[in-house]
């Protein structure tokens, strides 16, 4: 009877204790802080680590830290966001719903009122959540995190997005845990910032899809070397995490956002525009040095990081999470990967909608309105203009093939990575451009997207006044 009571006895306290632990907070030695470095403006390949893993990328980036991270984790070769332009990318890595789902598809638009972002699910989690740097994003009910750093896009300052009030807010409280975005402003143009003697024009590796050119080279000068001081901030964070003791007890995460702001990167949707470079570390966590070819996009980050850490994935999102990829159980996550590009209400834009869809060897691309020249900010500059004279005269068509465009194109990605050859006319790639065609219309109807009608009324999402659409609701 008497051993029968003390059983009953400890078995309540032991049930107890463990409900009681079960609904405290988080603490930072329970569970790990997440940081997310994210670039603005990045081409993928424009990373050390990615030169060495990949033959046929230019060569040009001096990037140490970010290659040190890639050292001490993984780094996927196939990441993809859904459109590649700033905002759109910010609102959907954050959400993990793709852009017309989430509300926000075009460049200076909103989401959905009621829609949730990382900084509700990692409050939910116990954490303090905080944004340093450019943000972008909106409305505020959302997006509803601490904000950090100030954005500084001049060519002065340690850091373009506040490196004191990041270091602060990293070290504010160590018995709980944080989710902190670090969102630079490198190396988004005018490309102000950097050492440029580290890139000498006439050296550079031009890549395929540009033409070789003096003013491309300088272009290119600027612009590396901006992303050379983006890599001296991510030293600067990592430096950071060491000096705090809590590297093991931290998911890192570097990416690119999309590509650069030169023809075929910026506002398309080839893959130099829509691919990210995507690098993640947890040390003893995940295997370190390890290149993984799946198929990831942003939408599946949150969601991943969620599964990892607690174990479950929020409800009716998008993304879906590539934990078992990250603990080496798989090689694959997706099969397809998607693109969508709203043209019409960024700065110098017009009536253009893109869609595509990318399958692990083939690319379709759907041009809405072919019968419209595709226009930005990049078609418009004098140097573009000054290129297609110049590439009339040599009879090359390279730019002019970027604005003016057939309504479909289907490319070979793995023989053709940079997209120059058009596959679409040819017999023997019919039953695969159906295929491709099926699978994006599926998409476009699961996601609710109308195409066109969508395109012409984007406007009407706007949060942010631009050229195209000034006024702000």
Known sequence: MKKTLIKTLLFIFLSSSYLCSANQPLTASSTPNVVIVLADDMSWFDIGAY????????????????????????????SFTATAMCAVTRQQLYTGLYPV??????????VYDGVKSAAHYFKDMGYRVGLAGKEHIAPYA???????????????????????????????????????????SSPHGPWTRGDRSKYLPETLDVPPFLNDTKDVRELLTKYLAEVSDLDREVGLIDAEIDKLGIKNDTIFIFTSEQGSHLPYGKWSTYDSGLQTAFIIRWPNKIAAGVKSNAMIEYVDVIPTLTDLIQGTVPDNLDGQSFKRVLQGKTTDHKKYVYGIQTTLNIQKGSAYPIRAVRSEKYKLIHNLMPENEFSNLITKSPWFKKELKVEAALMKSNYHDFVSRPEFELYDIVNDPFEQKNLIDQAEYKNEVAHLQTKLSNWMAQQGDLGIENELSVCQRKAFSNAQCPEVN
């Open 101 to 110: 789902r989430n509300g926000a598809y075009g460049n200076h638009t909103r």
């Open 142 to 184: 959302s997006f509803p995190f601490e904000r950090v750093g100030k954005q500084n896009k001049g060519a002065t300052g340690e850091t373009s997005f506040g490196i004191d009030i990041t270091r602060k807010f990293m070290a504010k409280d160590k018995d709980q845990p944080f989710f902190l975005i670090v969102a630079s």
């Open 51 to 78: 030169h060495q893993a990949i033959d046929y990328v230019p060569k040009n980036a001096i990037t140490p830290n970010i290659d040190k991270i890639a050292q001490q984790g993984m780094m996927f070769t196939r």
